[in-house]
Nanobody, 121 residues
């Protein structure tokens, strides 16, 4: 069983940047590590994914070009930096690990509790 703890959320002005972090514990090895988000009244949506070796990354169209996902496999952590933040980026961001990547969709095995990101206009 892996435990995931997110950090780095908060209140940010539009146009600013934010880096979210997630630490995995309870198991020393994880394959995929990724992020989802859920805005009020909306379904949870995929944001970004990185593979085991950090050699491949995938992004949703909503953050592509202004986000970077990275991982430290030795420490079992994953970061998500989002630049040029917009009010529509406001959501609870969830870390997720392992599971299956179909090539277009990610089905994680484990989820974090989430961290709130609020972008003010």
């Amino acid at each position: 069983q892996v435990q995931l703890v997110e950090s780095g959320g908060g209140l940010v002005q539009a146009g600013g940047s934010l880096t979210l972090s997630c630490a995995a514990s309870g198991r020393t090895f994880t394959t995929y590590m990724g992020w989802f988000r859920q805005a009020p009244g909306k379904e949870r949506e995929f944001v970004a994914l990185i593979n085991r070796y950090g050699s491949r990354t995938y992004y949703s169209d909503s953050v592509k070009g202004r986000s970077t996902i990275s991982r430290d496999s030795a420490r079992n952590t994953v970061n998500l930096q989002i630049n040029s933040l917009k009010p529509e980026d406001t959501a609870v961001y969830y870390c997720a690990v392992d599971g299956h990547w179909s090539g277009t969709r990610y089905y994680p095995d484990s989820w974090g509790q989430g961290t709130q990101v609020t972008v003010s206009s």
